[in-house]
């Protein structure tokens, strides 16, 4: 017996080693390895479309966060813009009232002074009719209180006739 003769009970086991294992192999394991095959191509597959509706979704919401964030850029903008203005009016109606403050503030201090220059003006009219009488009087070394009263010098003097 040799190769190109085998022996009829070795190729009788073997063959049916063979089916057995064959039908092993095609009943049990491949379908097994296709079903895992295939669950791993839908899992690959799946997860793509999955990853890709995924980076869709994350596009539209960088999109819409960015239209959000370009909207509350504009609104700080408004924001600024009007606070700028108001307090640029609030500036100007608080010098308004500053000058209209001062302006009566001026007025008042004016119309004090005048009024004190004129009291001081009648007070010292009064007190130098007497000094200057009772100055004459020691330079002249009399009393010329009389006579000034008589004939009102001092008050012509100072009203300038």
Do not use: K, N
Not at 9 to 18: D, K, P, Q, S
Not at 41 to 56: S, T
């Amino acid at each position: 017996m040799g190769p190109l003769e085998p022996d009829p009970a070795e190729l009788v086991i073997g063959l049916l080693c063979f089916f057995l294992i064959f039908g092993l192999l095609g009943r049990i394991i491949l379908p097994r390895l296709e079903r895992t095959l295939a669950d791993r191509r839908y899992a690959i597959e799946g997860g793509v479309e999955r990853a890709e509706a995924d980076q869709a979704e994350a596009l539209r919401t960088l999109a819409a966060y960015r239209r959000e964030l370009a909207d509350a850029h504009h609104e700080a903008a408004r924001i600024r813009q009007a606070a700028a203005e108001e307090g640029a009016a609030l500036l100007a109606a608080a010098r308004e009232e500053g000058h209209r403050e001062r302006a009566e503030l001026v007025a008042a201090a004016r119309a004090r002074l005048s009024v004190d220059r004129e009291l001081a003006r009648v007070s010292l009219r009064a007190a130098i009719g007497p000094l200057s009488t009772d100055l004459a009087g020691r330079i002249v070394g009399e009393p010329l209180d009389a006579f000034a009263a008589r004939h009102g010098s001092v008050e012509r003097f100072l009203e300038g006739r």
